[in-house]
């Protein structure tokens, strides 16, 4: 019983091994990069006055009302604050063909503005991510915010969205 073991174990790793190695590996290139700036200001910037705080996103097309969407707040080399969202909304398909597939995703952004230490005023926008998938690769090709298209993928650049408001 031993024998057939070890020998059930080495025809199993043999059978690994001979595996081709020409299975492609598909690429992912999702991560987006939200700048919003109003009047040279650095809106999520919190230590500023009228920037934006408690930010919030929301995945529109979620199973519930209430599905929160992680993000990440960060600054780049030039200490200017940006939203990274690199994934967690749910992605519904609007187009297919065989070997390619277009996805999109709805995001609601809720944000308070700071107008003073008593006074803050409430942001509700929208965000709707579309991707090009194929067995090659899977990117963001193009975003909306509020309706209005606001970045278009170029190959090999970083998905860079910014919003002047």
Same mark, same amino acid.
Do not use: H
């Given at each position: 019983?031993?024998?057939?073991?070890?020998?059930?174990?080495?025809?199993?790793?043999?059978?690994?091994?001979?595996?081709?190695?020409?299975?492609?590996?598909?690429?992912?290139?999702?991560?987006?990069? /939200?700048?919003?700036?109003?009047?040279?200001?650095?809106?999520?910037?919190?230590?500023?006055?009228?920037?934006?705080?408690?930010?919030?996103?929301? #995945?529109?097309?979620?199973?519930?009302?209430?599905?929160?969407?992680?993000?990440?707040?960060?600054?780049?080399?030039?200490?200017?604050?940006?939203?990274?969202? /690199?994934?967690?909304?749910?992605?519904?398909?609007?187009?297919?063909?065989?070997?390619?597939?277009?996805?999109?995703?709805?995001?609601? /952004?809720?944000?308070?503005?700071?107008?003073?230490?008593?006074?803050?005023?409430?942001?509700? #926008?929208?965000?709707?991510?579309?991707?090009?998938?194929?067995?090659?690769?899977?990117?963001?090709?193009?975003?909306?915010?509020?309706?209005? /298209?606001?970045?278009?993928?170029?190959? #090999?650049?970083?998905?860079?969205?910014?919003?002047?408001?």
């Amino acid at each position: 019983m031993k024998n057939f073991f070890f020998l059930s174990v080495v025809a199993f790793f043999a059978f690994l091994s001979c595996r081709s190695d020409d299975v492609e590996v598909q690429q992912i290139d999702q991560i987006i990069q /939200l700048y919003i700036d109003s009047a040279g200001q650095d809106m999520l910037n919190t230590n500023l006055k009228n920037g934006y705080t408690n930010i919030k996103m929301n #995945d529109v097309y979620g199973i519930t009302d209430s599905a929160p969407v992680s993000f990440n707040q960060k600054k780049d080399t030039d200490t200017i604050n940006y939203i990274e969202y /690199l994934a967690g909304a749910k992605r519904i398909a609007i187009d297919s063909t065989a070997s390619n597939k277009i996805y999109e995703s709805k995001i609601a /952004l809720s944000m308070t503005k700071k107008i003073n230490d008593s006074v803050n005023y409430s942001i509700n #926008d929208t965000m709707v991510v579309q991707y090009n998938s194929s067995p090659q690769l899977f990117q963001v090709a193009k975003v909306w915010y509020n309706g209005e /298209l606001k970045f278009t993928k170029v190959q #090999d650049q970083p998905n860079i969205v910014k919003i002047v408001k």
